[in-house]
């Protein structure tokens, strides 16, 4: 049983484009949804996160969008670069459990020069 | 000054043997993580210990023995190793089991033949 869906499995956007990677989450109680960044051989490493009572939050150029009702929560990538180039997990989990992550299934994301 | 980190990096040993990889964290954190990661990048928790005491043990063969001998290392020891164990096993750690921004280790990459 997958909690957390993530799509699309592969994306490529041209450099300067918008990268767009969607996530749905099953489990209601979950409240705390980070997005994961992972370069080839290093371990991922969080990029950005939200919770719940705000529908968006940005840092840069990277935005999550999140729709509560729906149970869909999305990053945004503006103005995308070749170093963006990486495999972006979503995740979801209850803070008030044990801190276990639910992780999508990523996202390899590359950006042509 | 590594967060997170795992020895070794590289693991390649022969079916039936046993082995550890060790973690350590100078963060300051409570909770502390296992992770596997297959060859389709899929992330999946194994354990977590929050000060040395074991709060997640999702279904692993008893194979796997993690053992926490204080709260900044958590290790893992696998017996009797198989070819479907190889993947890159990531330990992590966040600040409390409340607090799930967790910060990943470089990985292990155990290739069993």
């Known amino acids: 049983q997958q909690q957390v869906k993530q799509s699309p499995q592969s994306l490529i956007v041209q450099k300067g484009g918008i990268s767009i990677i969607n996530c749905a989450y099953e489990?209601?109680?979950?409240?705390?949804f980070p997005w994961y960044q992972q370069f080839p051989g290093k371990g991922p490493a969080l990029l950005i996160a939200i919770r719940p009572d705000v529908s968006e939050k940005k840092e840069g150029r990277f935005t999550i969008s999140f729709n509560k009702s729906a149970k869909q929560f999305s990053l945004h990538i503006m103005d995308s670069q070749p170093g963006d180039s990486a495999t972006y997990f979503c995740?979801?989990?209850?803070?008030?459990?044990?801190?276990?992550?639910?992780f999508g299934q990523g996202t390899t994301l590359q950006v042509k020069p | 000054d590594t967060a997170v980190s795992q020895t070794p990096k590289y693991l390649v040993t022969q079916m039936g043997n046993d082995k550890s990889i060790k973690c350590e964290q100078n963060l300051g954190h409570d909770t502390m993580y296992w992770y596997k990661q297959d060859s389709k990048k899929f992330l999946k928790i194994m354990f977590s210990y929050n000060n040395k005491e074991l709060i997640i043990n999702e279904t692993v063969p008893n194979r796997f023995s993690p053992k926490s001998p204080d709260k900044a290392h958590l290790n893992l020891h696998i017996n009797s190793l198989e070819l479907g164990d190889s993947a890159v096993y990531f330990c992590?750690?966040?600040?409390?089991?409340?607090?799930?921004?967790?910060?990943f280790g470089q990985g292990t990459r155990l290739t069993v033949v």
């Open positions: 995740a979801a989990s209850k803070s008030s459990n044990t801190g276990k992550l639910i």
């Open positions: 489990n209601t109680a979950f409240d705390y």
């Open positions: 992590a750690s966040s600040r409390n089991r409340v607090n799930t921004e967790a910060f």
